[in-house]
């Protein structure tokens, strides 16, 4: 059974009680790169390998079941040009690099499918 994701976030490199202490800067567009994966299964095998130490981008170059397989990047997204669900994910994201990436888990469901989100920067 594949559990409800409601763009909970999960963070592999910060606490729970750090990620809370945490305050995010006011932003109007990311610059986000993700994985997308029609099943939760292939999501979780995605998950697992960037828990392993593996980077972001290759990962998504060798998961991503969409156009950004180029390493998952989407570019700059301004506010309001994603799917709800995905931006509430992605904009409670901190920021983080392709070598230690901070991501979304479990996976976000869309319409698309999953997707474990990263945000490289917020402007």
């Given at each position: 059974m594949v559990p409800k994701s409601k763009g909970k976030i999960s963070n592999k490199v910060l606490t729970k009680g750090e990620k809370e202490d945490i305050k995010?800067?006011?932003?109007?567009?990311?610059k986000v790169r993700h994985i997308l994966c029609e099943k939760y299964s292939k999501a979780t095998e995605a998950v697992e390998k960037l828990k392993q130490g593996a980077k972001f981008d290759a990962?998504?170059?060798?998961?991503?079941?969409?156009?950004?397989?180029?390493?998952?990047d989407l570019g700059w997204k301004p506010r309001g040009?994603?799917?709800?669900?995905?931006?509430?994910?992605?904009?409670?994201?901190?920021?983080?690099?392709?070598?230690?990436?901070?991501?979304?888990?479990p996976p976000v469901k869309s319409s698309f499918g999953y997707h474990i989100i990263m945000?490289?920067?917020r402007r």
């Open positions: 995010l800067k006011p932003a109007n567009a990311l990962v998504a170059r060798e998961y991503s079941e969409d156009k950004a397989r180029s390493g998952g040009s994603l799917t709800r669900v995905f931006e509430d994910a992605a904009y409670a994201l901190q920021p983080s690099t392709v070598d230690k990436p901070i991501y979304t888990f945000v490289e920067a």
